[in-house]
């Protein structure tokens, strides 16, 4: 009886023993990165046994609320974070966060394929979602209302075009506001007199919109080689963030995005290398 009860015993204990949990890791914020994110997740899940990498989109804002209150390991951001979200983020985890730049893209002006319009200057996309340029005649186009699509106040793009382009000053209230950059895309496919703005990668039944610095400048696309060189007007990094310097299986996932078959991706889902 004794041999039988221990045998019976060390079945309960091998059943009480809990199973060796799979390693997860949570990414949320910028929608401009969603698809990037997804590629690479699906690429390194592909590769780590064991490892879920979990992505969520809702925007660069919503990504950094969600690493303030402790519900993601990596926010993805298409934008810096400001100083009072570093300062939120002390204030709970008594860390000032750590920035990894992950990508590069080109911020992309969109306009539909009939569009006759082939470049603006930074002076006149401010000034037509600034709502002071209202017909696509005064910027050499046809004579039609401009249809303006932005995108919602939480977006990192939002932010980054309000502060490059716009310099800070207010969108205009007929500017339609749309939850991502797909949707953003499809707005200007459709529409003939619409212009929008986002992520290169996104670019699909639409046409980049050549941009200039200055009217007096030459005006170019959003190539690699003129993100590189500093002749497109308003490129940028997107970034990862994390609470504290990168340990474990997080710091695994980032030298991997950051390494050769990371960017490698990048480079096939339509953004840019950060090297």
């Known amino acids: 009886m004794s041999a039988r009860r221990n045998i019976i015993e060390t079945g309960l204990l091998a059943l009480s023993l809990p199973l060796q949990a799979a390693t997860t890791i949570t990414i949320k914020g ?12 699906e690429s390194y899940m592909a590769k780590k046994a064991g490892i879920t990498v ?4 809702g ?10 209150n402790g519900s993601t390991d990596i926010c993805a951001a298409s934008r810096p974070m400001k100083q ?16 990894i730049p992950v990508a590069r893209d080109g911020l992309s002006v969109y306009l539909n394929e009939s569009n006759p319009v082939r470049e603006l200057s930074l002076r006149q996309l401010s000034d037509i979602y600034r709502g002071r340029i209202s017909n696509w005649k005064d ?10 699509y932005s995108r919602e106040n939480n977006s990192g793009t939002y932010v980054y075009f309000k502060d490059e382009v716009l310099k800070g000053k207010d969108f205009s209230p007929f500017a339609q506001s749309l939850p991502g950059t ?4 499809n707005a200007v496919a459709k529409d003939k007199k619409g212009i929008g703005y986002g992520g290169a ?18 005006a170019y696309e959003p190539s690699m080689e003129n993100i590189k060189s500093g002749k497109y007007a308003i490129s940028r990094h997107l970034y990862f963030y994390v609470r504290n310097k990168p340990a474990g299986a997080v710091k695994q996932y980032v030298d991997w995005v950051t390494g050769p078959e990371g960017q490698e991706v990048v480079d096939k889902v339509g953004y840019f290398p950060i090297r």
């Open 139 to 148: 910027v050499g186009g046809d004579d039609a209302k401009i249809i303006l």
């Open 84 to 99: 009072e979200e570093k300062l939120k983020l002390r204030e709970r985890f008594n860390t000032m966060g750590w920035e």
């Open 201 to 218: 990668a996104y670019a699909k039944g639409i046409k980049f919109c050549s941009v200039k610095k200055s009217d007096k400048d030459a």
């Open 182 to 185: 797909a949707a953003v895309v």
């Open 54 to 57: 979990q992505v969520t989109g």
């Open 59 to 68: 925007g660069s804002g919503t990504g950094i609320s969600a690493l303030i």
């Open 30 to 41: 910028s929608d401009t990165m969603v698809i990037l994110n997804q590629r690479w997740a």
